[in-house]
């Protein structure tokens, strides 16, 4: 029988419509489909001169969309003269950061003496000024005299016996805040935790509190939620924290708690 080329055109035709196709729609995903990020470890960055060396230990870093070189820092300077007390992970991030006995709470995009909060981690922080970045890392704790401790918290409690009541008002020594200008002394006596409704932060509940400590003399009790700081709504984390820079500054403040089905005001004269 004769071979007949004309009978496999019309296959031909067909398997290259089929290629064009498969190679047409390929492209057309990569095109829409977001790229995958690449990774690059930088192996020069060089460790910290201080504390916390497992700051740069891996260098892994998402390699930037517009194909430029990553820039890799070979000095990291830490700032001096500052003390960072605390940090707080969430939205805002914030740090406290201690000059001259003075803690101050800064959120992320705030200035403490012009130096910008960019970034916050667990252990340090990261601020900028005049183009310039620094680094801030807590330090190791000193071991404190067991003496001087169970003084400080001695003469605490003398203050905490001084707090007296005259029915929904409550009259506090100064000298017991500058005492309490911690956070983390304030959290070995009360316990807090962001209390939301539909998603948005309403206020702190409080989930437990010492007995005989500040805050028990000051009428809160477990279970109440901080509603409103000077009758303006608790809105965020910040906005709860920020009255803790002012806590030396205060006259008096103003509590708003939600106590069972029913809310209540408790007023603070600092004497």
Known sequence: MPFRSESLLPMLLMLTLLVLGAKITALVIDALLPPVPRLECISEVKKPSGVYRFASAFGLKSAP??????????RQEFLKGYILSMTAIG?????IIVKNGKGKLVSVGEKIDGFRLDEVYTDRVKLSKNGR???LSMKKRTTTSTVNT??????????????RQEGD???????LLSEM??????FRYIKINPVYKNGKLIGFGISDIKRGSVFD???LQKRDIIEKIDGNPIKSEADAFRYFNRLEELNSLTLTIKRGKRSKELNYEIF
């Open 150 to 163: 169970a003084i400080k918290r001695k003469r605490v409690q003398e203050l905490v016996e001084q707090v």
């Open 169 to 175: 008002t409550y009259f506090i020594p100064k000298e």
């Open 65 to 74: 969309a517009h194909g430029k070189s990553v820039s890799v820092v070979h």
């Open 181 to 186: 200008n911690d956070i983390k002394k304030i």
């Open 217 to 219: 003399k000051m009428g």
């Open 133 to 135: 970045k620094y680094w």
């Open 91 to 95: 939205n805002p991030s914030m740090a």
